[in-house]
């Protein structure tokens, strides 16, 4: 293995750094001692005084190698920001889909690159919106979307060649993308043209955000279905978007939302090779997201490393000889957990370093929270100043200037590959211990997050962990002089009213036929779910309609509950 460093120089560096600790810092530290006995990263990573050469003696050279190539630590692409700066992403959703159409038309008059909608709760949990269980929650948190004509109504005007297209949605995420490719075809779009993703991550669903309809089987099943649909149909379209980012929000630590997220990479591989599928034909599209969180070089390391892991995943583990199989790509959210009510104003300043470390980190496309997220869904005020953030990163700051410029640091470096070493221990141990889906029902990652989650309020609560206006420069007397986003209970009234008006104009005959052949496929693993869910929707079936028929043949699920 090639080093990085000459022994001879090493050896010299070693003792020079052993005299300087004896004696500038030992007199040093007799005049004016440390902050404190430990400092670590937010990860728990030990965080040493200063680094050296000495710090990545150990690393391969093979393991830094040049941007675009294996195994894709400094970049995934060989000029980075260079050539097309990472696609600005704001996260839209509320109301009708005339509402968020209005949000997105602005954001794109703002100069946002690409779109991403959020989906109110009823449609995540695939439930309609005149449901009894819908009530009070139509368009509260997302857009509301019950048939395909709200589907329309989300992407009226909007040329899906052009600009990519993001749906944040789960459990029922594949009647979303048959939605959207319906939408694309009656358009004259060419689906090989459309470009963007669907999250569809249902392994982190039961690991951490806690939306599911179905048993985790069937849950699986469909992810394997979309994305073997999309590699035969849709070329430019990531079928998945592997989400660390929700295990994050649910509390686990940096490093666990990392190796978590390759561990269901790993279980969603195994399943599409299983149908005969090469790898080469579906890898170059899978795509991931991840939270941004505070801890600014950790942060960085974090994205290199996993692009690293990822890359020895693909070539190593399931023999894939396509670099573009093995190039990780990735969307970042900054961290929605570390927002404040408290002087929600410098959330402001929160976001633009944490979107800092993902640029620097290698992002491909970026979400930056809104200062108000912690009391609602962002005003349009926020969302601009969250926006022109991004924008102030890409042109003014010259970061995308230069590949990878942290590349070469010795912290940064040796962090990197420490956190690689790190999500390697983890990835074998879910292996040795019967793999993810074993270890899921048996609740070994939820307790793993829960673990992290107490770790960290005992931190915050002890003031280990500093927040700035909750634990350390708190106001006592602070007033609120913000302008939160409206809930209107017109939404609920009008999505009820265009469902029923669909459910007067559909064929019940033909929706019948379709819903009975639905439940013969769903019976059939061989099958692919996504042509009998696409004529479906053209026929006018509901969300409701798919999932209520789906639940008679596959169930729903229970977590078993860890304490």
Known sequence: ???????????????QVESWEKNEVASFLNRQPERQNQFTTLGGFPVKRVYTALDVQDIPVEDVNLPGQFPFTRGPYPTMYRGKKWTMRQIAGFGTGEDTNKRFKYLISQGQTGLSTDFDMPTLMGYDSDHPMSRGE???????????????????????EKISVSLTINPSAWILLAMYVVVAENRGFDLNKLSGTIQADMLKEYIAQKEWIFPIAPSVRIV???ITYCANKMKRYNPVNICGYHINEAGA????????????????????????????????????FFACGSDFFEEVARFRAVRQAFAKIMKNRFGAKNPTSMR???HCQTAAATLTKPQYKINVVRTAFQALAAVLGGAQSLHTNGMDEAFSIPTEEAMKIALRTQQIIGEETNIANVVDPLGGSYYVENLTNQYEKAIFEILDEIDTNGGTIKLIEEGWFQKKIADDAYETALAKQSGEKTVIGINKF??????????????SLQSMEFQIERLNKVRETRDPKILQTLLEQLKTIALDESKNI???????VKAGASMGDIVETLKTVWGTYRETPVF
């Open 474 to 487: 708190v106001e006592t007397e602070e007033e609120f002089d913000l302008e939160v986003h409206p809930y």
């Open 328 to 330: 990780l790509r990735f």
């Open 1 to 15: 293995m090639k080093k990085l460093h000459d022994t001879k120089i090493l050896k010299g560096l070693e003792k």
């Open 138 to 160: 139509v368009g509260r948190g997302g857009v509301a979307i019950d048939t395909l004509s709200d589907m329309e109504a989300l992407f009226s005007d909007i040329d899906l």
């Open 253 to 288: 630590s940096p490093l666990h939302e990392a190796a978590f997220t390759l561990a269901n990479t790993i279980t969603y591989v195994e399943e599409v090779v299983k149908t005969g599928m090469d790898v080469d034909k579906f890898a170059p599209r899978l795509s991931f």
């Open 530 to 536: 996504l042509p009998i869910t696409i004529e479906l």
């Open 224 to 226: 394997r279905d979309c």
